[in-house]
């Protein structure tokens, strides 16, 4: 049985209670890993008798993801850390409840408790090499720090990707201005698929108000194991070694381009559900045979419309002919090829320059014939 990770503020009598419950197995479900407090001779003390680690601030006592945190030092520590540890999606055990006599701190706290905002999360799963989605996968949405307590269960598609995920964040106040609660609430994603090693993600961070994207790559399976990646909490809330310098300018000594020896048609295309421009539209990964067979498919019965498929070279070159003939403008209008306010009767002309803006603007490559 996974044990949960116990944290404990304070060095005092009541701290020491707590430990030696530990110590005498009356909290087989628990593992103690770090003791805050701020005699730093008594903490160290604590933490020894403990077997766990002394942290210096309420940072590092975070860092070590526990599920609960026992207060045992005083009110003025649960006014410093109870927003904080909350927002962490940490449970906070109070013994210094007197803290809470202070009306606007009790309102503060029971609103980041009642009434969180939300945020969205979408997952999206490949092979290693990135070259194909994993369709079917099953992903699993915790706390980070309570794994065991799922939130949410969902597959992804023949994209490799989930439905968008709604889950609770800390206020979106706390990411308005410079603040010591931390501004995310902070995910672990597991993800099972027949025929991969099993993987998990901790820490995702999740903001109000916006959509996180979490990409997975799987390893293909040798045997049944779990991969574990932590992500480290954010710069704002954390210290890291400088950033080695590095030249602004790097040389290139190969162009990236690879010259097959013959035409290889993928087995999987990535499809930009919009225009080139619009980075916010999404991209889906779709099987080749089935996007051509769609498209032939969708010019199939369009008349005015002629649709072919050609290999030159090391090209595939997929060419539609459109032919705006006021016999054909009624087909047209209704597949959505040429745009008009009224009926197609009403139009006298047809705009060259703006026909190819719209088809340059959707990634196709024109010319009039």
Do not use: W
Not at 123 to 147: K, M, Q
Not at 332 to 339: K, N, P, R
Request: net charge negative; glycine share 6%.
């Amino acid at each position: 049985m996974t044990k949960l990770k116990l944290g404990i503020i304070g060095c005092g009598y009541l701290s020491n209670i707590i430990v030696d419950a530990y110590n005498n197995g009356l909290l087989k479900e628990y593992e103690l890993v770090g003791v805050l407090g701020r005699n730093s001779k008594s903490a160290k003390e604590l933490s020894q008798k403990g077997k766990c680690k002394l942290c210096n601030n309420i940072d590092e006592l975070l860092e070590l993801k526990p599920d609960h945190i026992a207060e045992a030092a005083s009110g003025q520590a649960v006014r410093d850390y109870a927003l904080k540890i909350l927002s962490s999606n940490c449970n906070f055990a109070v013994l210094s409840i007197g803290a809470f006599a202070d009306e606007e701190f009790y309102n503060k706290v029971k609103s980041q408790q009642d009434q969180p905002d939300q945020g969205e999360l979408k997952v999206s799963v490949f092979t290693e090499d990135g070259t194909r989605p994993v369709e079917n996968a099953l992903v699993r949405i915790s706390y980070t720090g309570e794994s065991g307590q799922t939130l949410e269960e969902v597959r992804t598609d023949s994209s490799g990707q989930t439905p968008i995920l709604e889950l609770k964040t800390p206020p979106l106040e706390y990411s308005m201005e410079p603040v010591e609660e931390q501004p995310y609430a902070e995910y672990t994603i597991q993800v099972q698929a027949e025929g991969f090693e099993n993987t998990e993600i901790a820490g995702t961070q999740v903001l109000p108000g916006v959509v996180a994207q979490q990409s997975i790559k799987m390893a293909f399976q040798a045997e049944a194991s779990f991969e574990r990646l932590v992500i480290g909490p954010h710069t704002l809330f954390a210290e890291y070694p400088p950033k080695i310098e590095e030249a602004e300018i790097k040389p290139v000594n190969e162009s990236g381009e690879i010259v097959l020896s013959r035409v290889v048609i993928p087995e999987y295309i990535v499809v930009h559900d919009g225009s080139v421009n619009d980075t916010t539209a999404p991209d889906y990964y779709v099987r080749y045979k089935d996007y051509i067979k769609n498209s032939n498919k969708f010019y199939k019965d369009i008349n005015g419309v002629k649709a072919s498929l050609k290999v030159k070279g090391n090209k595939v070159i997929y060419t539609v002919d459109i032919q705006y003939d006021s016999d054909y403008m009624k087909d047209l209008v209704e597949a959505g090829l040429v745009s008009t306010n009224g009926s197609y009767k009403d139009i006298e002309y047809i705009s060259l320059q703006d026909t190819l803006k719209n088809q340059e603007n959707a990634g196709l490559t024109c010319k009039e014939k």
